[in-house]
């Protein structure tokens, strides 16, 4: 790691690009602001449970920005799979959290780490998630380069960049999803939610619903009490999603 101030030529920075518009919008501020005298490069760590345009997504903003985009797993866990990681620690949720974040992102992110020289990180936190970025900074990294935030720009601006470049944002904006994690993701409590997955996805939200049930994991909130999926039902709404943040993987601010 590097001293806290700014990267010198030849610095390793790691844009951590998750499929999401604002890490892809990150990825273009930090080549057009690093790439000239620094060593950039994308790294996703994959999740099978991701919608599959996520992977279009990925290779179009590849394209764009003339860089590979490397993937990094967790070795423990080599099918990159949140079903198996819920089945192989018989949780899908934890206090502070999810394992499939735990082993499928941040210790993959180590591991990735660990094998790689890595200078400076640089994550999607937006000019509005300020106080994300200086929670992340203070608890898991302090070589963090704030390039969005820097740059003034909000989650609708990444959009719009990426927009006018030509890129198809991920599908599942346009479903009503707040971002592109996985479908169905264990993060989420929210009725409208899993009422979405429930009608844009219904075999993912059976497959939840089943997994749920059979590892004993309430997950979702419903008139003030945690219920199982199959006893939601189907008219139930919350607060709009638009309202809601759950994010996954290297947004995952848990203790390391
Ligand atoms: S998006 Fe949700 S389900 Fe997918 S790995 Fe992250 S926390 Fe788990």
Not at 75 to 101: K, Q
Not at 182 to 210: D, M, Q
Request: hydrophobic letters at 40%; glycine letters at 6%.
């Amino acid at each position: 790691m590097t001293d806290n101030t700014a990267p010198k030529a030849g610095d390793v920075i790691v844009v951590w690009f998750s499929n999401g518009a604002a890490s892809a919008a990150a990825a273009h501020e930090t080549i057009k602001k690093y790439g000239w005298y620094c060593d950039v490069r994308l790294v996703n760590n994959p999740i099978i449970e991701e919608d599959e345009d996520n992977l279009r997504f990925q290779r179009d903003v590849s394209k764009w920005l003339g860089q590979p985009i490397i993937l990094h797993g967790n070795p423990e866990y080599p099918l990159n799979s949140a079903v198996d990681i819920w089945d192989r620690r018989h949780a899908m949720v934890f206090p502070h959290g999810a394992p499939c974040t735990v082993h499928g992102k941040k210790e993959a992110r180590q591991d990735y780490e660990r094998k790689n020289k890595v200078d400076w990180h640089v994550l999607g936190f937006t000019a509005d998630e300020k106080s994300r970025h200086d929670r992340f900074v203070l608890t898991e990294r302090s070589n963090v380069l704030p390039v969005l935030i820097d740059a003034g720009m909000t989650k609708n601006d990444c959009a719009a960049l990426i927009r006018f470049n030509g890129v198809d944002l991920p599908r599942v904006y346009f479903e009503g999803y707040p971002n592109a994690n996985c479908i169905g993701c264990v993060k989420a409590t929210s009725p409208t939610y899993w009422n979405l997955v429930r009608n844009t996805r219904p075999a993912v939200f059976a497959e939840r619903a089943e997994q749920s049930r059979r590892l004993g994991v309430r997950l979702v909130r419903h008139q003030g009490k945690r219920i199982f999926l199959d006893e939601l039902p189907a008219d139930a709404k919350g607060r709009p999603l638009a309202s809601i943040n759950f994010e996954c993987g290297i947004f995952c601010e848990e203790p390391a």
